[in-house]
Protein backbone atom coordinates (compact mmCIF):
# COMPACT_ATOMS: atom_id res chain seq x y z
CA UNK A 1 0.00 0.00 0.00
CA UNK A 2 1.83 3.03 -0.83
CA UNK A 3 0.52 6.18 0.81
CA UNK A 4 0.54 9.82 -0.68
CA UNK A 5 0.21 12.63 1.57
CA UNK A 6 -0.22 16.81 0.28
CA UNK A 7 -1.70 19.90 1.29
CA UNK A 8 0.15 20.75 3.82
CA UNK A 9 2.05 24.56 3.87
CA UNK A 10 2.07 27.77 6.16
CA UNK A 11 -1.19 29.51 7.04
CA UNK A 12 -2.20 31.81 10.57
CA UNK A 13 -3.82 31.20 13.71
CA UNK A 14 -7.24 30.73 12.90
CA UNK A 15 -6.79 29.29 9.05
CA UNK A 16 -7.97 26.32 7.84
CA UNK A 17 -6.56 23.66 5.90
CA UNK A 18 -7.14 20.68 4.14
CA UNK A 19 -4.55 17.69 3.82
CA UNK A 20 -5.38 14.60 1.37
CA UNK A 21 -3.99 11.02 1.27
CA UNK A 22 -3.96 9.38 -1.98
CA UNK A 23 -3.73 5.58 -2.02
CA UNK A 24 -3.51 2.74 -4.87
CA UNK A 25 -6.11 1.23 -2.88
CA UNK A 26 -8.34 2.34 0.32
CA UNK A 27 -9.76 -0.83 1.90
CA UNK A 28 -8.69 -0.38 5.36
CA UNK A 29 -8.85 1.83 8.30
CA UNK A 30 -6.83 5.31 7.85
CA UNK A 31 -5.43 7.49 10.41
CA UNK A 32 -3.94 10.71 10.55
CA UNK A 33 -0.78 11.28 13.02
CA UNK A 34 1.94 14.41 13.56
CA UNK A 35 4.97 15.06 14.23
CA UNK A 36 6.00 18.21 16.21
CA UNK A 37 9.35 19.68 16.25
CA UNK A 38 11.05 17.88 19.15
CA UNK A 39 8.29 15.29 20.31
CA UNK A 40 7.08 12.43 18.97
CA UNK A 41 4.67 11.27 17.02
CA UNK A 42 1.21 11.16 18.10
CA UNK A 43 -2.21 10.02 16.90
CA UNK A 44 -4.65 12.94 15.35
CA UNK A 45 -7.73 11.15 13.74
CA UNK A 46 -8.84 7.78 12.69
CA UNK A 47 -11.50 6.69 10.26
CA UNK A 48 -13.17 2.90 9.45
CA UNK A 49 -12.83 1.02 6.23
CA UNK A 50 -16.40 2.38 5.69
CA UNK A 51 -16.46 5.30 6.86
CA UNK A 52 -18.89 5.13 9.68
CA UNK A 53 -16.72 5.63 12.53
CA UNK A 54 -14.06 8.07 13.46
CA UNK A 55 -12.29 8.74 16.05
CA UNK A 56 -9.91 12.26 17.51
CA UNK A 57 -7.64 12.62 19.80
CA UNK A 58 -8.45 15.63 22.40
CA UNK A 59 -6.55 18.23 21.48
CA UNK A 60 -8.20 18.58 17.61
CA UNK A 61 -11.29 17.46 18.94
CA UNK A 62 -13.88 20.01 17.26
CA UNK A 63 -11.91 21.07 15.00
CA UNK A 64 -10.54 18.83 12.35
CA UNK A 65 -12.73 16.27 10.31
CA UNK A 66 -11.67 12.57 9.22
CA UNK A 67 -13.65 11.58 5.73
CA UNK A 68 -12.51 9.39 2.95
CA UNK A 69 -13.46 9.05 -0.51
CA UNK A 70 -13.42 5.61 -0.95
CA UNK A 71 -14.17 5.56 -5.30
CA UNK A 72 -11.03 8.35 -5.06
CA UNK A 73 -9.02 6.15 -2.66
CA UNK A 74 -8.49 9.54 -0.76
CA UNK A 75 -8.90 10.17 2.82
CA UNK A 76 -9.19 13.74 4.03
CA UNK A 77 -8.07 16.06 7.18
CA UNK A 78 -9.99 18.73 7.28
CA UNK A 79 -8.23 21.13 9.96
CA UNK A 80 -10.25 24.40 11.13
CA UNK A 81 -9.16 27.13 13.59
CA UNK A 82 -5.29 25.95 13.47
CA UNK A 83 -3.32 27.31 15.92
CA UNK A 84 0.43 27.42 16.09
CA UNK A 85 0.41 24.17 18.33
CA UNK A 86 -0.87 22.46 15.43
CA UNK A 87 2.36 22.87 14.00
CA UNK A 88 3.87 19.52 12.47
CA UNK A 89 4.28 17.12 10.26
CA UNK A 90 1.38 15.25 9.39
CA UNK A 91 1.31 11.55 7.77
CA UNK A 92 -1.25 9.17 6.86
CA UNK A 93 -1.52 5.73 7.66
CA UNK A 94 -3.10 2.50 6.59
CA UNK A 95 -4.03 -0.10 9.56
CA UNK A 96 -3.37 -3.65 9.15
CA UNK A 97 -6.01 -5.49 7.42
CA UNK A 98 -8.88 -6.30 9.18
CA UNK A 99 -12.50 -7.72 8.42
CA UNK A 100 -14.40 -5.56 10.83
CA UNK A 101 -15.60 -2.47 9.40
CA UNK A 102 -16.09 -0.47 12.28
CA UNK A 103 -12.19 -0.90 13.56
CA UNK A 104 -10.61 2.57 14.33
CA UNK A 105 -7.28 1.53 15.68
CA UNK A 106 -5.63 5.27 17.71
CA UNK A 107 -2.11 3.08 18.15
CA UNK A 108 0.72 3.44 15.67
CA UNK A 109 1.58 -0.24 16.06
CA UNK A 110 -1.69 -1.29 13.99
CA UNK A 111 -1.03 1.16 11.01
CA UNK A 112 1.14 -0.68 8.48
CA UNK A 113 1.35 1.39 5.94
CA UNK A 114 3.05 5.27 6.10
CA UNK A 115 3.18 7.93 4.16
CA UNK A 116 6.08 10.68 3.52
CA UNK A 117 4.41 13.37 5.93
CA UNK A 118 3.29 17.09 4.93
CA UNK A 119 4.71 20.27 6.68
CA UNK A 120 1.79 22.15 8.17
CA UNK A 121 3.08 25.08 9.85
CA UNK A 122 0.66 27.72 11.55
CA UNK A 123 2.49 30.91 12.63
CA UNK A 124 1.07 32.83 15.50
Known amino acids: VQLQASGGGLVQAGDSLRLSCTAGTLNRAMGWFRQAPGKEREFVAV????????SYSDSVKGRFTISRDNAKNTVYLQMNTLKPEDTAVYYCAAASANARSFWTPVDQTSHAYWGQGTLVTVSS
Open 47 to 54: ISRLGGVT
